[in-house]
């Protein structure tokens, strides 16, 4: 059922990732790779999912026409309900005369997200594979499309959301907490408005708060159209997702505006009717491209779920708040999409946290703020008590045994790795491999050619037929000798140790071109392990250039095998790490093998900086003994940690990591005021007099 061939494949997917990496808008992007996955495996409806609330999903993109796509849906959820199921690299099945194929965007990974297609005509069981490996490869292309928008929110929106989670947490009522709330996500995730709605259990939701909406009209269109989808989220429990699939685009320079909300927005005359909205703008008065779900800090707790709770106890029924994003095109509803899981989870932790705190009573609040003026006198006469006693305190907590925790940075990469060099002087003269290629062991992989090195061979080549020409010669005048001659002795002693120097000068020769040859042989650069290319630009970069002995060409990595961790230690840390993960036993090596049946040997954990949501851990295995300081930057100590080869991130060779090495416990002032103690150590402390 695959029509196209591997190398057109290849292409495609190459070209697939370059628009994955392009800035092209994502909801194109999506397109695009949905419409080449149809066509590349003759699939009649292709569709992408995203986790949107516990075990609901939102349909991220879609291709094609199908009348059992929802049914397909239901069928992936509820294999992925399964015990396990969620760990697969795949899943298949037939549901209402449709065969479909499921796979992770990430490797055994469905609860981030799946790719799914339908086909009308069975599948044949041979055929399957295949159509997996497809799949599989266009899931990471959207996978790599995903990662570098999240290495893009994080390094220019992360801050924000963090500002939101902390401004939220000193919120001094509910409603600037929620205007506070939904001005953050607003800009956090790229949306033309946000709005919050309040429900309690057997009552309608009701507007709370809406983006850049100090004070809006409760009898506006928009705002009976946002109480009309809360409403129909309380009764289904599930997210809404509304996108605008014929709706026209604002033009570029005229963006969407929401319709007015403002009582002080609104001219005299009232506002304009509903046909004269911008296109962005649905009947009902909202955005045609929105989101709609509860905002809730545990994600399985659907309102479904409360709903029944509050039936069973009406008493115990608190409030639903519900959030409703959107967006004026749909290019940026699917960027918030792809940004939803990222930003939501931490907002509505802080937002749980301040409503609890909101619900104490106000005086016990101010209480905790500071003093009762009741309390001051007896708290002034118990002054000096007091302060000898927090300082008692204090001392003691600064005793108590707290973790050392070693930070640095370091670099995500394969165990197996080897760099190919020239061999000689010369230039490049055949490229033998592509980016990204697979090699075997002993596959060549770049021809060299050596110009001095051919000059030498012809050279010595020259020689040796000179020297056999001479040889030659002297042979002839011993046999044309005359025997009566009285110097026919002599001269006849005289060519034969010639031809002795000259047989002896030949071997050297020969000796000397079969090195040179071996030397012409060793040119061409083969692959010292089976492993991956690694190299950018290797035809533009490689391709008849100069090189010298000793150049680093490229590398090749074997991406399939271990991995590890290289972090560079600073000096000043080295001593604590070899203490707590080295082995107790000495050793004459140039590093420090970690003993991992010792107990003081433990794991390492890391984050990337690509993902620091994620933590992973490692075994240290490599400590070295000599301190480097490369490139001027200080002087450091290297230190590798191997993963598990069952279990690591899906990210790129080189990828930027932060690891903590737990290095025991210390006192806690110490670990507080370390840098400051090893200061004083320096210029103060265990002095050696000068030798006289």
Known sequence: MIFATTEQLDQLLDELEELARSDVASNQFLAVVLEQLRAAVSADFACVMLPADGQQWWSLASSGQSSSSAQVERAVQDQLARSGADKLASLSGSQADAAWLAVPLRPRSFPRGYLFVTHTV????????????VLAAFAEVIQIRQQQELEGFVDRTWDQVQGLCLQLSHAPNYNLAAAWLVGGLERSLGAARVSLLKSWPHSAPRVQAISGVPKFNATADAIGGLQAIAAELQRSGKPLLRQSGQSPAPSPGQPAQAPPLSDAAQPASGPGPISELPSAIADDGCF??????RLAAHGSSTATTAAATSKRHPASGGPANWLIIEFPTQAELTRGLGLLPQVLPAVAVAWEQQLRWLRVPTFVRKFAGGTAPVLQSTVRSLTWPLLLAVACLLVWALCLPYPLIIEAEGSYEPVVSRAIYAADDGFVDELLVEDGRVVAEGEPLVQ???????????QVTGELRGNGQETSGVRIAINQLDLDSAEALSNQSRLASRIVELETKREYLQRQLEMLQ???????LRSPISGTVVAKDLQRHLTARPVRRGDALFSVVDLAGPWQVRVQVADRDADYLRAHYASSQPTQDRHVEADLESPASSEVSFILTSNPAERWLAKVRYIAEQVENRHGQGCTVEVRAELDSAQHPAAHAGAGVHAFFACGKQSLWFVWSRPMVEAVQRKLWFRNPSPE
Not at 122 to 133: D, R
Not at 448 to 458: C, K, Q
Not at 519 to 524: H, S
């Open 448 to 458: 060299l050619r050596s110009p001095a090195l051919e000059l030498r061979i012809e």
């Open 122 to 133: 069975a599948i044949a069981e041979t055929a399957v594979e295949g159509l997996l490996a």
């Open 518 to 524: 071996s030397q012409r042989e060793r040119l061409l």
């Open 288 to 293: 045609a491209n929105l989101l709609g779900l």
